[in-house]
């Protein structure tokens, strides 16, 4: 079993930064890609940025050039960086972890989510 924990999040200023982590703990092998999506309600969960266990790294359009991605294997964490952050960022963004645990396989996993509020 895996377990994502997300930290950061909260209300900003249109124009500011914020910072996400999430660690994932528990009985790992090996985690592959890991990422962030968002959701607002009544909308379905998107993907903003993924990256591989080589660092390959993917975005949503509406957020490169503005959020960046890493991951610190051997903390089993990734990072995401969000700056010049627009109203329409306002979301629950969501860690997610393809990660292969000693008691179930490969698996696709996910965090509690954390609220990230841009005030305009």
């Known amino acids: 079993q895996v377990q994502l924990v997300e930290s950061g999040g909260g209300l900003v200023q249109a124009g500011g930064s914020l910072s996400l982590s999430c660690a994932a703990t528990g009985s790992i092998v090996r985690i592959n890609a890991m990422g962030w999506y968002r959701q607002v309600p009544g909308k379905q969960r998107e993907l903003v940025a993924d990256?591989?266990?080589?660092?390959?790294?993917n975005y949503a359009g509406s957020v490169k050039a503005r959020f960046t991605i890493s991951r610190d294997n051997a903390k089993n964490t990734v990072y995401l960086q969000m700056n010049s952050l627009k109203p329409e960022d306002t979301a629950v963004y969501y860690c997610?972890?393809?990660?292969?645990?000693?008691?179930?396989?490969?698996?696709?996993?996910w965090g509690p989510g954390t609220q990230v509020t841009v005030s305009s």
């Open positions: 997610n972890a393809d990660a292969v645990s000693i008691l179930l396989g490969r698996k696709d996993y």
């Open positions: 990256i591989t266990s080589g660092s390959s790294t």
